[in-house]
C-alpha cells in the first residue's frame, strides 16, 4: 500500500461546488496522484494514494464521489510508441497496437499526442477498471500533457527534458519548437540514470559541455539521480515550469506531469 506522503487543500475548496472544477488523476502501476483545479488555482491535491481509493475509497470518498465538471485521468503506460499522423488512423491503430506485444492483461490506448504525432501505448487492464466510474473522454497517455507544457514555453534545442516517475525517467526534447524526441527508461541506481542520459545526449548529438538537462518529478537538488548527473554535466537544473498558481506547499517541478493533464482536456463539457 503506498502513503499519503502529501497532501493540500486549500479553504476555498467546496465539493458541493465540484460541478465548476476540473478533477485531475494520474495513475501509474502501484500508486495515483490528484489535483483539483479552477481555473488557475489548485484547490486540492494529493499524492501517493493506494488504487484501492478508486474502487473504495475512503479518505477520499468526498472527492471521488463528488460530479466535477471535468476529469482527466492521465496513465503511466507499461509502454508505447510515438507515430506520425499520416501513417495511421484510429481504424488501423490496433494493427499498430501489435508492435508494443501487448499482453493478456493489457490495452492498447490511442491519442493524439501533437500536431504531427500519434501515440499508442499499452496500460494494465487492471488501472483502467480503477476508473470505471469516470467518463473516458479525457483518459490519456500521461506524457500527451507534459509535451504540450513543455510545447508552449518556447523550448530549446539544446534542452533534454527529464522527468523521474518512480524508477522511470522520461526523456523529451523539441527542435525547431516542434517534438523531436520522446523515450522512457526504466532505471535502478543513479548510475543507470547516467548511463541512459549519456545514451540520449549521444543519440541527439548534443555536446556534453553544453547540453541542458532540466529536471521534473520525483527529484531535488540534493538527491543522487541529480548529483550524479551533475558530475558529468555541467548544465544541469530543476524544471520551474509552472501552470497555476500554486501553494508554497506545492514545488512546481514535482507536480509538473500532474498538473500539465489540464492541457488534455475537451473542450466540450463533461
Request: one cysteine or more; hydrophobic letters at 40%.
Amino acid at each position: 500500500m503506498s502513503e499519503q506522503n502529501n497532501q493540500y487543500r486549500d479553504s476555498a475548496l467546496n465539493l458541493d461546488q465540484a460541478y465548476y472544477y476540473t478533477l485531475l488523476l494520474l495513475i501509474d502501476s502501484n500508486s495515483f496522484s490528484y489535483a483539483i483545479t479552477f481555473r488557475e488555482k489548485i484547490l486540492g491535491f494529493g499524492e501517493g494514494y493506494s488504487l484501492h481509493e478508486l474502487h473504495n475509497p475512503m479518505s477520499l470518498k468526498d472527492i471521488i464521489n463528488s460530479p466535477f465538471k471535468k476529469v482527466v485521468i492521465g496513465y503511466l503506460s507499461s509502454g508505447f510508441t510515438l507515430l506520425p499522423h499520416y501513417v495511421i488512423n484510429k481504424e488501423h491503430a490496433p494493427d499498430f497496437g501489435r508492435m508494443l506485444d501487448v499482453q493478456p492483461n493489457e490495452k492498447v490506448l490511442g491519442n493524439v499526442l501533437d500536431d504531427h504525432n500519434y501515440v499508442l501505448c499499452k496500460i494494465e487492464s487492471r488501472l483502467l477498471e480503477g476508473a470505471e466510474k469516470f467518463s473516458f473522454k479525457d483518459v490519456v497517455f500521461y506524457g500527451k500533457g507534459l509535451v504540450g507544457a513543455i510545447a508552449q514555453n518556447s523550448p530549446k534545442d539544446d534542452v533534454i527534458y527529464l522527468n523521474i516517475t518512480g524508477n522511470k525517467a522520461d526523456y523529451i526534447n523539441f527542435k525547431d519548437g516542434e517534438l523531436n524526441f520522446y523515450n522512457r527508461f526504466e532505471f535502478n541506481s543513479p548510475e543507470d540514470l547516467l548511463y541512459f542520459t549519456a545514451s540520449v545526449i549521444g543519440e541527439l548529438g548534443l555536446p556534453p559541455q553544453s547540453v541542458q538537462i532540466s529536471f521534473s518529478g520525483s527529484v531535488t537538488a540534493v538527491d543522487k539521480n541529480y548529483e550524479q548527473l551533475s558530475l558529468y554535466f555541467p548544465n544541469v537544473s530543476i524544471n520551474r515550469m509552472t501552470l497555476f498558481e500554486l501553494p508554497t506547499e506545492l514545488a512546481p517541478h514535482k507536480v509538473l506531469a500532474l498538473m500539465s493533464l489540464s492541457l488534455c482536456a475537451s473542450s466540450e463539457a463533461a
